[in-house]
């Protein structure tokens, strides 16, 4: 299977981009973790990108706040997926990373989820390895199963507790 690579723009960032370490290692996904700035360490940045395919690597996550141009650089040195996380790291909330990482120019697509929507970001990763992995796409399907039987167990609960 191929790995899924997780590049933070600091590690500032680690405490949301736990979530995606944590979902894709419950789904089995290797994944290899970096901390590389389009600002403070472009040169690094591209390098590891620019090998990316030849490493293994299938999909990568990039996720930064602020001035976020670190899913936006990594996207233009590779035709893996892209997926950006916007990082809520400043006064403007995440709304100056999400505006960023998400209104990119045609030609080099980043697949932006929501502020800090590190789960999300790791599900789309698995979703994308899943077109070509069965047992992938099993575990996704049956995530989703127990998500939903909690929900309607839930709902059973309140619904008995406030019956009039
Ligand atoms: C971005 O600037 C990083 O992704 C981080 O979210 C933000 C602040 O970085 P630090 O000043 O905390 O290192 O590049």
Do not use: W
Not at 99 to 122: F, H, K, R, W, Y
């Amino acid at each position: 299977m191929k790995k899924v690579a997780i590049v933070m723009g600091s590690d500032s960032d680690l405490k949301v981009v736990e979530k995606s370490i944590t979902t894709l290692k419950s789904y089995g996904v290797e994944t290899e973790v970096h901390v590389y700035s389009a600002h403070r360490t472009p040169v690094e940045a591209r390098e590891f990108t620019l090998s990316a395919r030849e490493n293994g690597l299938g999909v990568m996550i990039a996720c930064a706040g602020k001035a976020a141009h670190l899913a936006g650089a990594i996207a233009a040195n590779t035709t893996l997926p892209v997926i950006g996380i916007p990082i809520k790291a400043s006064a403007l909330e995440g709304m100056d990373a999400l505006l960023s990482t998400v209104q990119m120019p045609a030609g080099i697509p980043v697949a932006t989820v929501a502020i800090d929507g590190a789960e999300n970001a790791a599900l789309l990763a698995i979703q994308i390895l899943a077109v070509e992995d069965k047992s992938l796409a099993d575990k996704l399907a049956k995530a989703r199963e127990d998500k939903k039987a909690s929900i309607l167990a839930k709902d059973k609960e309140l619904n008995d507790k406030y019956k009039s």
